[in-house]
């Protein structure tokens, strides 16, 4: 019975220290943080690429006009 006390007591401390850490919480800040730049970037280039392509494609029309 002593033996099953002392186990109990180590699963405790160790849930205990578990619990308290905040190790998880800075990685899933960092993981939010990087996830929201990555749709920034996504969205940016996607505009950037639109307006580009409606630049190229009048500049073409221009050009072929000649």
């Known amino acids: ?11 405790i401390t160790a849930f205990r220290a ?3 850490t905040e190790k998880g919480a800075t990685a899933t800040e960092y993981s939010l943080l990087v996830g ?9 280039v996607t505009l950037f ?3 580009l392509q409606t630049f190229f ?10």
Do not use: F
């Open 49 to 51: 690429g639109t307006n």
């Open 18 to 20: 578990v619990l308290t």
């Open 57 to 66: 494609s009048s500049l073409a029309t221009t050009v072929g006009g000649w």
């Open 1 to 11: 019975m002593r033996n099953l006390n002392a186990y109990v007591r180590q699963v």
């Open 36 to 44: 929201l730049i990555a749709l920034v970037i996504v969205a940016g």
